[in-house]
C-alpha cells in the first residue's frame, strides 16, 4: 500500500509540474517563425552602386591615405671652362576629403659654379582649410620655414591664418582667395624681432586637356609693423602629361620672391625658372 502510495504521489507531481511548465512557456508558440534567407545575387552590389550614385564617397581609412601628389627632380650641369651644377627636387601633396582640404610642399635647391655654392636653401610649408558643406566660405591655416644660405638671416618660420573663398571650384577648373593675418621670425640675422604681417594669396588651377594643367599660387605679405614693405612669392608651372601608366610627366615652372626689405646687400628679387620630371602617385 505504502508503494502505491508513493506511486500516486509522484504522478500527481509530474502532472502538476508539467501542466504549469506548459502553462509559463506557452508564450513560445506565439511567437512568429523567422525564416533566415540568403540575399539574392547582386542585391549587395546594387546598394554599393546606390552609395556612389550619391556622391558622398567613403572618408579614407587613415589620415595617411587619400594623398594626391608628385615627387620632382631636374638636374642640369656642365664642365670644362666653367663647372656648373644645379639641382632642384620637391614632394608636394594633396588631400581633401568632406571637410578639409591639405596641402604641403617640399623644395629643395643647390645651384655651384667652379666649386662655389651659388645657391642654397629649402623651403617647407603646410595648409589646411577646413571646408563648410554646400557654401564656398573656408577657414584656414598654413605654416611655412624657409632655409637659405644666401639671405640675410639663417632660417625663417612663418604662421597664418583666415578666411577663403572659393570663386571658382568645378572639375577642370578652381580660383580660391585668401586673406588673413600672422607673423614671420627671421633668426641668424641682423633683425630677428617677430614681424606682424597680413596675407593676400590667390590659387588657380586649370586642367587645359587630360594631359595638359596649369597652376599658380600667388601670396602678398604686407608688414603689419613696418608700413609700406611687404614680401611676395609668385610661383607658377605648367604640366605635359608623357607616360599616363607610369604617372610621368613634365613640368616648366617659374618662381619669384620679393621682399622689399631684406637687410644687408641682399637683393630685393630672386627669380628661378626650371625643367623638371615630375612622378606623381
Excluded at 50 to 74: M, N, Q, R, Y
Excluded at 169 to 184: C, D, H, N, Q
Excluded at 221 to 250: K, M, N, T
Aim: hydrophobic share 35%; net charge negative; glycine share 12%.
Amino acid at each position: 500500500m505504502y508503494r502505491h502510495l508513493m506511486y500516486g504521489f509522484a504522478t500527481a507531481a509530474a502532472a502538476c509540474t508539467a501542466a504549469g511548465m506548459a502553462e509559463r512557456f506557452s508564450f513560445f508558440q506565439e511567437l512568429p517563425i523567422i525564416e533566415l534567407t540568403q540575399p539574392e545575387d547582386g542585391q549587395g552590389a546594387e546598394e554599393l552602386d546606390e552609395l556612389a550614385e550619391s556622391g558622398d564617397p567613403p572618408p579614407p581609412a587613415t589620415w595617411l591615405s587619400g594623398w594626391k601628389g608628385g615627387v620632382s627632380l631636374g638636374l642640369n650641369g656642365s664642365e670644362g671652362n666653367t663647372d656648373r651644377l644645379s639641382l632642384r627636387a620637391g614632394v608636394n601633396g594633396q588631400r581633401v576629403v568632406e571637410r578639409y582640404d591639405t596641402r604641403f610642399g617640399l623644395t629643395y635647391v643647390y645651384s655651384a659654379e667652379d666649386g662655389s655654392k651659388t645657391e642654397h636653401r629649402f623651403r617647407g610649408d603646410l595648409r589646411n582649410d577646413w571646408l563648410f558643406q554646400d557654401s564656398p566660405w573656408r577657414i584656414f591655416a598654413q605654416g611655412a620655414v624657409d632655409i637659405d644660405e644666401f639671405q640675410n638671416w639663417d632660417w625663417r618660420l612663418q604662421g597664418f591664418g583666415g578666411v577663403g573663398y572659393a570663386f571658382i571650384r568645378e572639375e577642370r577648373t578652381e580660383l580660391i582667395g585668401r586673406a588673413g593675418l600672422g607673423a614671420s621670425r627671421a633668426f641668424g640675422g641682423d633683425d630677428n624681432d617677430v614681424r606682424f604681417e597680413a596675407i593676400l594669396g590667390v590659387d588657380f588651377a586649370r586642367q587645359i586637356t587630360d594631359r595638359q594643367k596649369f597652376t599658380f599660387t600667388g601670396e602678398v605679405y604686407p608688414s603689419l609693423s613696418d608700413g609700406g614693405e611687404f614680401r611676395a612669392l609668385l610661383r607658377a608651372g605648367y604640366e605635359i602629361l608623357v607616360d599616363p601608366e607610369s604617372g610621368l610627366s613634365l613640368k616648366l615652372g617659374v618662381e619669384d620672391r620679393y621682399d622689399s626689405d631684406p637687410g644687408g646687400d641682399t637683393k630685393k628679387n630672386d627669380l628661378d625658372y626650371f625643367v623638371l620630371l615630375v612622378w606623381s602617385f
